[in-house]
């Protein structure tokens, strides 16, 4: 089966080059991100699949043009699925398949790389050595051993995170709708969490029950001079709102691998370009805040992993064994 590969980039390709072959698949290889206007370039190729990434816009013109020329199978090769209309999916007999998981301990270690950095100020101590200031002042942080953890969203990678806290002997709480019997830690409601963790960080899908579920609110509920991890969406936080709690010092600092409105940016070199997003320079400008461009996935393990997932969720579809389907009830 011929694949159509939107948003691709260098890195992406080794491995489906590699295990492409085995599965019985010939991948395509596009720069352009999935839309209803580059939709047609699927047929244009003769693809009955096309394999998608978390910043493609798969909504419903985008889909009616794809199942128009033909193709039948959409495979992500990521875990999130909130790009995609799952109600023009379904009405137009597309089947969407994914990557649930890959490397969980590839995130959670991100989050706690991201976590470290904050603390211990890593990012602007290595500035400073570079131009031959060996000066500590302002770096000081805190023991992470002996303080609070709040995990929101405990499945797979949650779950790690939770792990690697322990290890630091932190004391870990969690809030999940599903908790799983498997977690480490303590479960509470989620202002419990806010009130006691020192550090929350989010594990869980945007959803629209999740949408800026940390907003203005939130952070009032927040343990003062806590510290915020993201590496799952950015839709789970209302920037403005985090923003405001960074200038008022409510928040000790923030860790982010993810913004709500990185499509336009992440993945991208825009070094010599002036930056128009006013929200994502305010953030870049903080010196507690340390922004990553959705990396926290991305390990030799975990790329490995969800080529071979990817291709596999498409050989079953072509022997007619539907694997890893994605459903509005999907977790």
Known sequence: MKIAFYDVKPYDKPWFDRLSPEYGCEPIYLEYRLNRDTARLAQDLSCQAVCAFVNDVIDEPCITALTQGGVKLLAMRCA?????????????????????????????????????????????????????????????????????????????????????????????????????????GTYCTLDELLNQSDVVSLHCPLTPQTHHMFNSDSFASLKDGAVLINTSRGGLIDTSALISALKSKKLYGAGLDVYEEEADYFFTDFSAEIMTDDDLARLLSFPNVVLTSHQAFFTEEATREIAQMTLDNVRSFIQGEIKNKVTKQSG
Request: charged letters at 20%.
């Open 80 to 184: 999130g699925y909130n790009n995609i209309d799952l109600d023009a999916a379904d009405a137009h007999n597309l089947t969407v398949v994914r990557v649930p998981e890959y490397s969980p301990a590839a995130v959670a270690e991100h989050a706690m790389a991201l976590l470290l950095c904050v603390n211990r100020k890593i990012h602007r101590s290595y500035s400073r050595t570079r131009e031959n200031n060996f000066n500590i002042n302002g770096l000081i942080g805190f023991d992470l051993c002996g303080k609070t953890a709040g995990i929101v969203g405990t499945g797979k990678i949650g779950s790690v995170f939770g792990r690697i806290c322990g290890g630091f002997g932190m004391n870990v709480l969690a809030y999940d709708p599903s908790p799983s019997e498997d977690f480490a």
